[in-house]
Nanobody
């Protein structure tokens, strides 16, 4: 069982930066691939980024590639999402998720989810 708690979401101006954190419970954090997803009002939850358990493999949605960076600290049981050059369309609730096995783009393949943190980008 893994419990995930996101933090770091807030109101930010377009072009600015934010770093989201997701703290995980449990002693086997490094065995989980982690993902960040987001959901804007009226839209389905979508993939943002994922990272493998040991951290060397990462994948990004095309919409965030080059602007967002996912990373993890397996000592602190935390995964991060550094978001730079934020755009209005990045406004959403951001969720972190955990799954056993390899990284995945698919929402349905993740077993554990956090409660989400709101990111609002203003003009």
């Amino acid at each position: 069982q893994v419990q995930l708690v996101e933090s770091g979401g807030e109101l930010v101006q377009a072009g600015g930066s934010l770093r989201l954190s997701c703290a995980a419970s449990g002693r086997t954090f490094s065995s989980y691939s982690m993902g960040w997803f987001r959901q804007a009002p009226g839209k389905e939850r979508e993939f943002v980024a994922t990272i493998s358990g040991s951290g060397p493999f990462t994948h990004y949605a095309d919409s965030v590639k080059g602007r967002f960076t996912i990373s993890r600290d397996n000592v602190k049981n935390t995964v991060y999402l550094q978001m730079n050059r934020l755009k209005l369309e990045d406004t959403a609730v951001y969720y972190c998720a955990a799954r056993t096995g390899d990284t995945s783009y698919y929402t349905s393949s993740y077993e554990y989810w956090g409660q989400g943190t709101q990111v609002t980008v203003s003009s």
